[in-house]
């Protein structure tokens, strides 16, 4: 049974630049969340995917957004990154709407320059 | 908006200590509630959880938790740590309502000194 997988690992990127982070949910998840972990925080939630659909969000700006695709993966998109963006960016899966729990990824790593 | 708080920041015991870490959420109404941890270089992990029945749970590893209502508290509590408890452990809430989102407290990084 796969857990939460996140793609890549880390990630260098540059001010200005683009960026898109990629996650698969456990087995048998049809929700993702996504949550940013800056250097000794505890997690913030950026926003939450079901059905292809945004559900909830977060207090990030429009330069951060997402997608679900039909087999209950999903992308976090950040454009014109900034320094403050850099952090561990984290991928939760669940089961809507009868699990309370959330199964998390190993993160990606983002440091921008 | 609900909150988490987390007052201890950094705390350094050794091996066989025992351990509470405190966590305090701010929410108007039912929550669940949920400890992770963090061991260094691997993600979070669910170490309990609070729905509802019994307050007191119990979760793996030993640890277990007191959720005290009148207090909006639920405090993390291993009688006699090990040096492989080192980690960073959150405390999380949600409302008890449907798969809404996390909130966090900031960690508290525990330290366990052979």
């Given at each position: 049974d796969a857990g939460v997988t996140q793609s890549p690992t880390h990630l260098i990127k540059t001010r200005g630049q683009q960026v898109t982070l990629r996650c698969s949910p456990k087995s048998g998840h049809d929700t993702v969340s996504w949550y940013q972990q800056a250097l000794g925080q505890g997690p913030q939630f950026i926003f939450q995917y079901y059905e292809e659909e945004e559900r909830q969000r977060g207090?990030?700006?429009?330069?951060f957004s997402g997608h679900q695709f039909p087999n209950y993966s999903s992308e976090l998109n950040v454009n014109a990154?900034?320094?403050?963006?850099?952090a561990l960016y984290l991928c939760a899966s669940s089961l809507l709407p009868t699990s309370y729990e959330q199964y998390f990824g190993p993160g990606t790593r983002l440091t921008v320059t | 908006a609900q909150s988490v708080s987390q007052h201890n920041h950094h705390v350094i015991l050794s091996e066989a200590a025992s351990l509470e870490l405190g966590c305090n959420y701010s929410y108007g109404g039912t929550v669940n509630l949920f400890w992770y941890v963090q061991y260094p270089g691997q993600h979070l992990q669910l170490l309990l959880k609070y729905?509802?029945?019994?307050p007191l749970v119990k979760g793996i590893k030993g640890f277990e938790a007191e959720f005290i209502k009148s207090k909006f508290s639920f405090n993390l509590r291993k009688p006699s740590v090990q040096w492989s408890d080192t980690a960073e452990y959150f405390c999380a809430v949600n409302p008890n309502f449907g798969n809404e989102k996390l909130t966090f407290g900031t960690g508290t990084r525990l330290t366990i000194i052979p």
């Open positions: 207090n990030f700006p429009d330069r990154l900034l320094l403050g963006d850099s | 729905f509802s029945g019994d």
